[in-house]
């Protein structure tokens, strides 16, 4: 059974990177015939799609983060990361690593627990 | 952008049947996924591509869509499936995951 972990900082400062890494157990990243993605709620509840990554290493980000965002992999620690850059308070939400079938993002078959990030001095 | 609109909330009463509308342009003709989100836990993905059920996912969910609608149906519904339910497309045309606002279903 696959499962994902999130991890990195609660608390990021107003025009600060945000860089979260998702650690997969009971699979591999590479080869595994998922895309691994990430997916945020804010704290009105709206689910925002960041974007998803194959293990050629050719990431696929929604067209209004684009100039933002990163996702990278590291199949040598079985993991993946999100760099969110310029974050102000609106970037506020717990985010969650996820899996996707292809590169449009969709669906998300399996999710890790999710993790707080607070934007804010 | 595309957008998907749901109803905030809505309520039934156990054994019936919950009817969750999401309105999109068109949807009928794109691909449309439903979650399902209980407090403090990630959503889960309950119907998949042409109304399917993942595996573990109990047989009242079902999905449908026509036009500019799709609707999560949930037969027989019971306590444990009050939560946030979410659908999900993947818009073509500008490229973009959208998901819908959220539908609340309380189970009376």
């Known amino acids: 059974q696959l499962h994902l972990q999130e991890s990195g900082p609660g608390l990021v400062k107003p025009s600060e990177a945000l860089s979260l890494t998702c650690t997969v157990s009971?699979?591999?990243?590479?080869?595994?015939?998922?895309?691994w993605g990430w997916i945020r709620q804010t704290p009105g509840k709206r689910l925002e799609y960041l974007g998803t990554i194959h293990d050629s290493g050719t990431a696929y980000y929604d067209p209004s983060l684009k100039s933002r965002v990163t996702i990278s992999m590291d199949t040598s620690r079985n993991q993946f990361s999100l760099r969110l850059t310029s974050v102000t308070a609106t970037d506020t939400a717990v985010y969650y690593c996820?899996?996707?079938?292809?590169?449009?993002?969709?669906?998300?078959?399996?999710w890790g627990q999710g993790t707080l990030v607070t934007v804010s001095s | 952008s595309y957008v998907l609109t749901q109803p905030p909330s809505m309520s039934v009463a156990p054994g019936k049947t919950a009817k969750i509308a999401c309105g999109g342009n068109?949807?009928?003709?794109?691909?449309v996924y439903w979650y399902q989100q209980k407090p403090g836990q990630a959503p889960v993905l309950v119907v998949d591509e042409d109304g399917d059920r993942p595996s573990g996912i109990f047989e009242r969910f079902s999905g449908s869509k026509s036009g500019n609608t799709a609707t999560l149906t949930i037969s027989r519904v019971e306590v444990v499936d009050e939560a946030d339910y979410y659908c999900?497309?993947?818009?073509?045309?500008?490229?973009?995951?959208?998901f819908g606002g959220g539908t609340k279903l309380t189970v009376l």
């Open positions: 068109s949807i009928g003709t794109k691909t």
């Open positions: 996820v899996t996707t079938r292809d590169s449009s993002g969709t669906p998300s078959e399996h």
């Open positions: 009971g699979g591999s990243i590479f080869s595994s015939g998922y895309y």
């Open positions: 999900q497309v993947w818009d073509t045309s500008s490229d973009q995951v959208v």
